[in-house]
């Protein structure tokens, strides 16, 4: 299952982030006293298809997919120094497969800035650099007692090659997201769990009042640092939005018309969040389930049976494959399908798209 941390500085609104994605009756688990453990919540990713899959087939049970939040305790400056909650809570980012960083937009006299003044720029910048002497600091440990043997193996002298890459990113205060890694490199660093390599989502935390890009400080600045850092946005009106998840859908629908939204800002989050990592939907349906499974895209048809489960890799003879789309423009049938040559056989080569149905045979 994906997990994605929500990371930003003290105040930033995280929370009330968190709160907005988990309104589906999410177990919401509190920070206790004293105590770094964060709150956590398994959402379910919002999905039109699913939804009209579970209205056509009426199963006894219906899973989409989900993704795990996990709300950190704000990142202080220093942090990676010790200040605030520190390392302890750098390691729970180290957890997460992406970041939701939130930055703070809004102007609130009642919870005064730590940074004294509104700056969602400086404020990115500040919490993308304790990440990065975090991965500094872990990169030039595993250095030092590399450096201490007396003979390295062949592993070891090409693990030593990339991690001096990624020192000489890192000193120069750049995301190792954004160095050049081929594969064998990427996959030499995974035992890591280096911060700055995982993706990132922004959210832009907004008041109601913030309705034009013009209302947001630093906005043109914000466009230019997405766009050098090749990062995506979301924008999402926190305290409102978590308010207006307790109205009638009616007065939600008119909460958002006032705000010039067509989608919750959860939706728009949560589906970010699922794609952002390469990820795609494919669905199995019947009269006693109707599923969504989470798959990389560009993985294969057997890789979508062992997603399911083990045997059916295993054992895999051929997948019978409809895409949605199709699914739709043939009265949702089947057989339709099957005339006109929708339905077919696919070997386990078959890379699946987001959108198939999908229909393993195998025998063990």
Known sequence: MLKCGIVG???SGKTTIFNVITKAGAEVKPYASGKTEPNRAVVPVPDVRFDHLVELFEPKKETPATVEFVDLAGISRDASKGAGLGNAFLSFVGESDALIHVVRCFENPDVPHPEDSIDPCRDWEIVEMELILRDLDVT?????RLAEKKKLKTEEMEEKATLEKCVAHLIEERPLRDLELDPEEIKSLSGFAFLTLKPELLVLNIDENQTTDDSIPEMDRLKELILQKDLKMVKVFGSI????????PQEQKEFMDDLGITEPGRD?????????????SFFTTGKDEVKAWTLKNGATAVDAAGTIHSDLARGFIRAQVV?????????NSFAHCRESGKL???GKDYIVQDGDMIEIRFNV
């Open 140 to 144: 030039e440990n595993r250095l030092s």
């Open 9 to 11: 500085l003290p105040l």
């Open 241 to 248: 939005e978590m308010e207006m998840a307790e109205l009638e």
């Open 268 to 280: 728009r989050l949560i589906s970010q969040a699922h794609s952002m990592l390469g990820l795609i």
């Open 344 to 346: 077919r056989l696919e």
């Open 323 to 331: 895409h949605y789309e199709d699914f739709l423009d043939h009265q």
